[in-house]
Each structure stands twice: as structure tokens, then as C-alpha cells.
């Protein structure tokens, strides 16, 4: 393998890890200061059903759903084969962000559990598709 490829490679990583920062850590338009985090697993995601509107729900679960969704095929197609260390490099990448978050450095963002478990999810279904596009279970006749 070419050191050029390697190179791009990385590359297109790089410029979605940049694409998920631009989405999570800057803030919010119409909130200040930094939010109490969510540690309970779950909780946020039943008080989103309770108290927000149907929009709100499709948006909040979709977007945290497909955020990592992009990374996760990138790191499997272009970096490694193994689906596990794409996901383990994605749960971290998805920690990072809460952590920066909690970390109150982005007005209106909080640290949410929540939103890591929904980001793995993406990733994993993502990988799924992929890989039922890829190798379909009833092969080709």
C-alpha cells in the first residue's frame, strides 16, 4: 500500500472527526452557560419521550443515531477490518465529546450517556447495513 494512500486515508478520517466537532462543541444558538449532565443510563431518552414533542424526539435519536454513523464506515472500509476496534474507536470518540461537553467549555451542550449509547448504535447499524449490502444473506444466483 502506497504511502499516498495511507495519507488520504487518514485524511478523510480527519475531516469527519472535524465534521463531528463543528456538529457537538459549538454552541447552541439561544442557551448560555453549561447544563447539568446525565450519567443514568436511559433517563434523558424517557424524558425526551415524556416532555418533547414528536419532532424533537425524531431529531435528537436521529441525529445522535447517525452522527458516528459516517465515521464508523469510514474506520471499517479505510483503516481496519475488525468491526469491534471500529466501534471501540468510536465509543471513545463518542466519550470524548460528552466529556468536552460536561466539561461546560459549549454553552447550551451537557455530558449525556444517553448520546453514547445512541452514537454506538448508529455506528453498529451502520456497520450492519454495510455489511448486509456488501455480503447479502441469501447470495446471488
Excluded at 486515508?9 to 449532565?37: D, H
Amino acid at each position: 500500500m502506497s504511502r499516498g494512500y495511507r495519507t488520504w486515508r487518514w485524511a478523510a478520517v480527519c475531516v469527519y472527526l472535524v465534521v463531528i466537532a463543528l456538529f457537538t462543541l459549538t454552541p447552541r444558538r439561544g442557551t448560555s452557560g453549561a447544563v447539568t449532565p446525565n450519567f443514568a443510563p436511559l433517563d434523558s431518552l424517557i424524558a425526551l419521550f415524556r416532555w418533547q414533542t414528536r419532532r424533537g424526539v425524531v431529531t435528537n435519536i436521529t441525529g445522535n443515531l447517525l452522527l458516528f454513523a459516517p465515521l464508523a464506515v469510514l474506520l471499517r472500509v479505510l483503516i481496519t477490518r475488525s468491526a469491534t476496534r471500529v466501534l471501540i474507536v468510536v465509543m471513545a470518540a463518542s466519550v470524548a465529546v460528552e466529556a468536552v461537553q460536561g466539561l461546560g467549555w459549549t454553552d447550551g451542550r451537557h455530558a449525556n450517556v444517553d448520546d453514547v449509547l445512541l452514537n454506538v448504535a448508529g455506528a453498529a447499524i451502520a456497520l450492519g447495513i454495510r455489511r448486509l449490502l456488501r455480503d447479502p444473506p441469501f447470495g446471488s444466483n
